[in-house]
Every structure is written in structure tokens, then in C-alpha cells.
């Protein structure tokens, strides 16, 4: 299983960097007025990816941030990828010229699917999907306008168009750090063979360590957002989850027993028999007995039922 991406998130409104509770302008808290230093800021605390959001150019449906993300692009070396307004192929064009990693398009996959699918023709590997769901249907517009799809439905008429991932964002959590909505997206990865990343309501770093299970194995990572500006969760410590490696400071109460990766809900597929040459992998093939780390209610841990599972071999 590829190492899971946590993407720290720059939401651009009037210039300066913001969060909204549920997608809501009015709700904005200002957490940095000056978007490049942040992002500088996330890439020297150890983030290898960036993603940003035009708020006002997802309402206006067109680039309204454009210095901020330039500015962004001039200070940070980390791959970039850019939601919110981004509608035509000339757009998407001129994004990916300034630098983009990735362009991210929301309201244009539900309007015309085809056109992402002729983006990812022109541009391979550059075109995600922002699916944002309320209530199991599709937002757009920055999400003023429900659509009739679903979230499932519309991720379908991505597949094999080469889409490089699916950004899934449930709107009911985003903002307001009630967890991310394990289901649903799981759902949805199970559903596509396009890479979901997760994004509404990470809230610590029981949530990063849920993207270690293997029934999230089809999930290429998450977004944080106000999690990490509330200093909910130390980017150290996340980063260090995800890389299999214990935090350097002895934060956890580590426990010896048995993955708990081997009793999740799903049933555990039969093991191949023994010394078969040329069988198939065994199920998790890297995962083994392993020590967990049980995150302690202060590091936003919820008992023992939700614990990191660390990779060993
Ligand atoms: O918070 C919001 N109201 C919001 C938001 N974060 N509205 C849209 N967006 C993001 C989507 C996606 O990344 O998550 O904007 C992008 C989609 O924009 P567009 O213009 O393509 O629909």
C-alpha cells in the first residue's frame, strides 16, 4: 500500500487564508493573511503535498485568487493542486502552465463530464475530481446548489478516463471537526478504482490513523484544515503515523498485542495455503502482528477501539 498523503489545506478568501463551518462564506474565521508564508509554513513542517481552494472563485465560477495562488506557487516547492472556478479547458491550461501539480473540478464534472474526461486526454495525470456531497448528493456552485447525483453515480462516469483522484468532501462535516465520514467515503473508494482522498471534518490523529486500516486501502490520503490550524494536530506526529514510524517523542501509550488491522469489520479474507509458489499475496502482504499505538484522549484518541496500526515489516 502506497504511504498515505495528509494534505494541509489553503482556503482562499479576499486573498487571505480562511476556514468556513459547512461551507458557509458568512462562518469564515481568518487564520493567515498571507497564504504564500503559509504555505511555506506546511512545507517546512514536513507536508509533501498542498491543497488549495478558491472559495470566491467556486461561488463566482471563475479564478478569483489568482495572485494568491501564483504567490503560493512562487513560494512553496511542494506540488500544488488548485480547486474552486476552474470551468473551461483554456482555464485549466493556463492553471497548469503557472504550475499547478493538479487542477481540481467540482461544479464542471457535474455540468459536463464529458469535458474532464477531454481534460484528462490533454493533460494526464493533472485532472482531479472534487465530489461534494450533502446528504449523499452533489453540491456545486461552492455548494449554494444541490444537483440531483449522487456522490457514487457521478465518480462512475470518471472511471478509466483517467482521472488522478477523486477529492470526496462531506459538506454536513467540513469545518466543524465531527471526524471524517469513514463510510461514505470508503463507499465511494470501494465503488471506483480512481484514488479517493478524504476531506470534511478531520479532527485528530485517530483520523489520521484510520487512513492506515486496511479497508481505507483504496484511499491515496486526506485534507486537514482547521484541525491543523487549531493545533489539533501536530503535523510531527501526523506525518510520523503515516510513515509507519513512531512519533520521536514518547506521546502514545504503546501496547504489544495484535493488529487491530485483523479485526476491523470487515471479515478477514481466508489465507492462501502455506509455501504455494507463485500463489497470491497473502491478504495485507506487509501488514503483520504489529505494535499499536492507542491515542490517549488528549491527542484526540478514542479509546482503544481506534488505534494506529504501525508497519513493521
Ligand atoms: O466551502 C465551500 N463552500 C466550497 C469549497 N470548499 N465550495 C466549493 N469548494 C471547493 C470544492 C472543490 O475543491 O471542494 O471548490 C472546488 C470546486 O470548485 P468548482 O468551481 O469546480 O465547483
New binding site residues.
Partial sequence: MPPKILFPAI?LKNGQCVR?K????ATATIYNENPAAQAKAFELQGFRWL?V???D???A?ESRNGAAVEAILKATKNPVQ??????TLAQIEAWLAKGLARV???????RDPALVRQACRLFPGKIAV?I?AKGGKV??????EASTLGAIELAKKFEGAGVAAI?Y?D?DR??VLTGINWESTIALADAVSIPVIA?GGLASLADVARLTFPDAAKLAGAISGRALYDGRIDPAEALAILAGRMAEKPLFEEKRRFSPLFSSRRPRPPRPPRGGAGGPAPPFAGFGPAFCLVLPPRLGGRGPGLSAPLLLS
Fill in positions: 482556503d468556513l459547512l461551507g458557509d462564506m491543497h481552494v478558491d472559495l472563485g467556486a461561488f465560477g488548485l480547486g474552486g472556478g476552474i470551468r481540481i473540478l467540482g461544479t464542471v464534472a457535474v472534487g461534494d453540491a456545486v456552485e461552492g455548494w449554494a477529492v468532501t459538506i467540513d469545518g476531506s
